[in-house]
């Protein structure tokens, strides 16, 4: 049998004096203390402790190089910092950390933890700071843009109506998808805006842009500036003129006979609902809707009749649902009813023909804002003065209620030319006395929210009278008016809060649906909850909120050192060291 011996390792070793200070210590291949080592080597003396970076006042951006656009006390601009410390490769790096500072003290600071091997095989770890100072240094794509007449191209892009609404909106657009961070300048015209680029294929991409959202027809042209035969090059500034269709949403328009024919034999008189890629119509006094793409358009140029300019607003005293019958052809939807009749839908027809009182007939709309409804309405203007009221057939049955504002155009009062007077369908007698457009919210002055706007110049011929700066800001409040009454539109674009009036709202019950504009509900707008209301769950922040610092061990500034002897031999003795170094180039631990 084989005898066993029980042998107690405590896995301690011996004391020892320190040969400089003479305390007892464990022995150690340095043989001496803490201490002693602290204060007699110090492995960050060839690390660099103040360091300079260059930064770009105008765009941000940090020389790397080349020039990019790096966040503050991000892992991207960490790892040019420490490409910038010399005395790195003579160390082993463990872990670096960013000190907070002051965004404007044009100063940051990274904590450094790194590993050297100093006497017989000890490995001491130490913590330096290091500081780096931010100096502005203008980068060539800012220099150049400051030049004059540096731009090789140009997107003029216009519009020929009355008003702006449409730049209103297409400026909150670019804004949201930030297609105007390649621009080197903005101008802004009576009847459009000129954007400036560096090179041709930063106006295509922009142009791109422009076509998904807006119908437009664009023409090129080009200017030699110079030429170099001997190397057969030459410099060209580009000219790209955009123009947008010139329909605005809620104009009252007139088709050609052959374009609506095209589309499904649709009624002449519709009103623009919706432009996007294409222009949405739908017919005011039947709910059918169709598009007109951006090919037929300009196949089949026309001109708004009447614009928003010309609404009128009108009081709701009453609304009547109809229950009518789709025809064969018509872009409508699914019947909703068990069995459908046939109804008239000429203009002449009265009243009685496009009524049908029966159960047995569905709406024909099954979209939530549009029904037929016949309305009751009274000028506002009116009230109080005399009782002239008018009864029409409108596609906003759903949405309107007794004792709305609505605005529509006016029929009996408005005067035009047409030029197809023999034709039957515009023979201005058999026009509708009236035709409703939308409906008006009650707008409050203490908007809960904004919305921000280009950095754009005004150009020098492009100054506005009184007349025209007041209209310019009527535009711009009936634009407001619309996204407040429009939730397709508005998801579209980005609402901020206004932060001052946060803190002064009323307490709500449920306050992720709180409405910020409209009255208080009665029970039937909760039956019928118009959800076109701009609601707090679709601001943003108008501030950026910063990050709280973490709760880390922040030394002080300097070199603050935190020593501590690896010993090799306790390692094989005792426990195992994880020693974790630290790439910077791929900002990871490995």
């Not at 020929?160 to 080197?184: A, D, G, N, W, Y």
Request: neutral net charge; glycine residues 6%.
């Amino acid at each position: 049998m084989m005898a066993t011996h029980d042998h107690n390792h405590t896995g301690t070793l011996p004391s020892m004096l320190c040969c400089v200070c003479g305390i007892v210590i464990q022995q150690n291949p340095s043989n001496m203390c803490v201490s002693c080592v602290r204060n007699t080597v110090d492995i960050t003396t060839e690390i660099s402790k103040k360091v300079t970076i260059h930064s770009c006042r105008s765009c941000g951006r940090f020389l790397a190089p080349p020039w990019q656009s790096m966040a503050l006390e991000s892992k991207e601009l960490m790892t040019v910092c420490l490409r910038k410390v010399t005395g790195l490769s003579k160390v082993k790096l463990i872990d670096a950390v960013w000190i907070w500072t002051e965004p404007h003290s044009l100063r940051l600071k990274i904590k450094l933890t790194v590993q050297k091997e100093v006497i017989n095989g000890a490995v001491l770890q130490q913590a330096s700071v290091v500081e780096f100072v931010i100096r502005n240094q203008q980068c060539k794509a800012c220099e150049a843009s400051f030049a004059q007449g540096n731009w090789h191209a140009i997107v003029q892009v216009r519009q020929r109506v009355p008003h702006k609404r449409t730049f209103f909106f297409l400026e909150q657009l670019i804004l949201k998808h930030e297609s105007h961070m390649e621009c080197i300048k903005i101008e802004t015209y009576r009847d459009g805006m000129d954007f400036y680029f560096q090179s041709k294929n930063q106006a295509l991409r922009f142009i791109e842009f422009l076509n998904g959202n807006v119908p437009t027809k664009m023409k090129y042209s080009r200017k030699l500036v110079s030429a170099d035969k001997s190397d057969n090059t030459a410099n060209f500034k580009h000219n790209f003129l955009v123009d947008i269709v010139p329909i605005c949403k809620d104009d009252m328009l007139i088709l050609p006979k052959e374009l609506a024919r095209n589309l499904s034999n649709i009624s002449r008189l519709v009103l623009a609902k919706r432009i996007g890629s294409g222009i949405h119509i739908v017919d005011p006094l039947t709910g059918e809707h169709s598009e007109i793409s951006t090919d037929k358009y300009w196949r089949h140029s026309f001109k708004a009749v009447m614009t928003s300019r010309s609404l009128i607003r009108y009081v709701v005293l009453n609304v009547e649902p109809i229950l009518t019958s789709a025809r064969p052809s018509a872009k409508i939807g699914k019947i909703r009813g068990s069995k459908a009749g046939s109804v008239s839908r000429g203009r002449g027809a009265s009243m009685d023909s496009v009524s049908i009182m029966g159960s047995m007939l569905g709406s024909v709309i099954t979209d939530r804002k549009l029904r037929l409804a016949e309305v009751t309405l009274a000028r506002e203007s009116d009230l109080g003065v005399n009782d002239t009221q008018f009864v029409c057939v409108s596609h906003l049955g759903n949405i309107l209620r007794e004792g709305d504002i609505a605005l529509g155009y006016d029929f009996t009062t408005t005067n035009w030319n047409i030029e197809e007077e023999e034709d039957q369908v515009l023979n201005k007698q058999q026009f509708p006395d009236l035709i409703l457009v939308r409906k008006l919210k009650e707008t409050k002055q203490d908007r809960k929210w904004t919305l921000r706007k280009l950095d754009a110049s005004e150009a020098a011929n492009a100054q506005l009278s009184s007349a025209e700066q007041a209209a310019h800001e009527a535009d711009y409040e009936a634009f407001m008016q619309e996204l407040e009454s429009d939730r397709d539109m508005r998801s579209k674009l980005n609402l901020y809060k206004i932060t001052d009036t946060r803190a002064t709202k009323k307490p709500s019950a449920a306050e992720g649906g709180m409405e910020v504009e409209g009255t208080e509900e009665t029970p039937r707008d909760r039956r019928t909850l118009d959800e076109d209301e701009v609601r707090l769950d679709e601001l943003l922040d108008d501030l950026a909120l910063e990050e709280a610092a973490p709760e880390a061990d922040v030394e002080e500034e300097g070199s603050a050192i935190a020593a501590a002897i690896v010993n090799g031999a306790a390692a094989s003795a005792g426990g195992e060291q994880s020693v974790f170094a630290f790439d910077p180039a791929g900002m990871k631990f490995v």
